[in-house]
Nanobody
Framework: QVQLVESGGGLVQAGDSLSLSCAAS????????VGWFRQAPGKEREFVAA????????YYADSVKDRFTMSRDNAKNTVYLQMNSLKPEDTAMYYC?????????????????WGQGTQVTVSS
């Protein structure tokens, strides 16, 4: 399995931007579809965004569409999540995850490898 480490979380104000990174090791990330998920206290883990292995296709939850942009740099074995116009409801632990099935899923149970998460807190 590929090992994933997220970074870039923090405390920001509503309307601010934040960029998350997910660095992979152990295996080449270009072989995986990668997703970002988030989980707030007391809530189920929810899909945020996903990107195909080549980066040519991207998928977003309706709640973040037009505000978040996911990208990847396979040469650096890293994926990114640029988050703009942040809202207090974006507050959560953010996780990146990889699946080797070659297809994007919004169901977190279809992903095999997970990072430890990075906390994003948006104050009003």
């Amino acid at each position: 399995q590929v090992q994933l480490v997220e970074s870039g979380g923090g405390l920001v104000q509503a309307g601010d931007s934040l960029s998350l990174s997910c660095a992979a090791s152990g295996r080449t990330l270009s072989n995986y579809v990668v997703g970002w998920f988030r989980q707030a206290p007391g809530k189920e883990r929810e899909f945020v965004a996903a990107i195909s292995w080549s980066g040519s296709s991207r998928y977003y939850a309706d709640s973040v569409k037009d505000r978040f942009t996911m990208s990847r740099d396979n040469a650096k074995n890293t994926v990114y999540l640029q988050m703009n116009s942040l809202k207090p409801e974006d507050t959560a632990m953010y996780y990146c995850a990889a699946n080797g099935r070659g297809y994007y899923y919004s169901d977190y149970r279809r992903y095999d490898s997970w990072g430890q998460g990075t906390q994003v807190t948006v104050s009003s």
